[in-house]
Each structure stands twice: as C-alpha cells, then as structure tokens.
C-alpha cells in the first residue's frame, strides 16, 4: 500500500456488482471493506485522521441508516465523543423528529430522537455513499431542527453523477469522500 493512495487502496475493495438491484445498476458494494481487518482499519483511520484537527473536530458523530451505523460508531469511538443514529421512519422508541424526502420512485422518512443532539454542537454526519443526496440532506435537517450545525457530511463513496454531491455542495455542506465512481 505504501506506493498507491488510501484512496486507490480502498477502491481496489469496493465490489462492483452488476445490475443489482435493476439492471443497468452497477452496485458499488463496501463489505469487503469492513470484512478485512487491515482494510477497515485503513478506512477508519482515513476519516479518524481528519477529524482529529481540532478546527474539523465534531461534537458528536450522526450515522445515517443503516451503514453509517458502522463508520459512524467507530469513528465516534475513534474520537471519543458520541454518536447518534438516523433511523427510517418507525425504529426509534422515543419522542422523534422527521424529514421526508424524495427516492427516485416514492418517498421516505427518517427519524432523530429529540435529545439526540443540543442547539450547538457540531456534528459530522457520515454514510457509506453519497447518490442522489437525499438521505445526507434529509439528515442534515433533522440534525437542525434540533439547533445542531452539520460541519461536514462524509462518505466513502461518491457517485457523482447522480448528482448528490453537487446538491449538498451546493446547499453549503462541506463535503469528503474517499472514492469517486463515475457511472451508475
């Protein structure tokens, strides 16, 4: 690894599955990232190591459903503060808050527990991928709604050309990704 990128080191164990879940799709697959020990720990570090400058250090660390789960608690781990899960509508036990927003076919809901986060904390805000953007968006008002400041969505992958990215971007959310696939 010492002559290639972390980043080229990470894709090179990104399977890509053809035509799941439709055809035409080309699925971009990070389990065999978290399956070799010595991969996951790369890709943990990648996102630890940013984090740790105090001027991007967060509050707290918000996982978006359900593989921002994994980075997200280990990253948070990682740094020593909390994290806090965004879950789709219905999973959460306590008094929640809600965004709805648009899939390409339909809609979806996620939900925060009202005392996830306080008016004030910083909070990065991480998935595995970042599509259409809709999810990290949708997160990202819920994480508001609560007085919360995102200063940072994360993902390992980005396709940009779904468009996500650039919406984010666009709408004044910092972002970092580690691998760019163009195409579906």
Partial sequence: MH?????????????????????????????????????FRVLI??????????????????????????????????LNV??????????????TVEETYELEYGSA?????????????????????IATGGTMMAGRRLLEKLGATVTEGAAIVDLPELGGSRKLSDSGLPLFTLVDFEGH
């Fill in 3 to 39: 002559s290639q990128s972390i980043n080229d080191y990470l894709r090179e164990h990104i399977r890509t599955v053809p035509d799941w879940p439709a055809p035409g799709v080309q699925f971009r697959d990070i389990t065999p990232l978290l399956q070799d020990p010595k991969v």
């Fill in 45 to 78: 570090d990648a996102f630890v190591h940013r984090y740790m400058d105090k001027a991007l250090r967060p509050d707290i660390v918000a996982g978006l459903d359900a593989r921002g789960f994994i980075l997200g608690a280990v990253v948070a781990y990682e």
């Fill in 82 to 95: 909390g994290f806090v899960p965004i879950r789709k509508k219905g999973k959460l036990p306590f008094t």
């Fill in 109 to 129: 809901t996620v939900e925060l527990h009202t005392d996830a986060v306080k008016a004030g904390d910083r909070v990065l805000l991480i998935d595995d991928l």
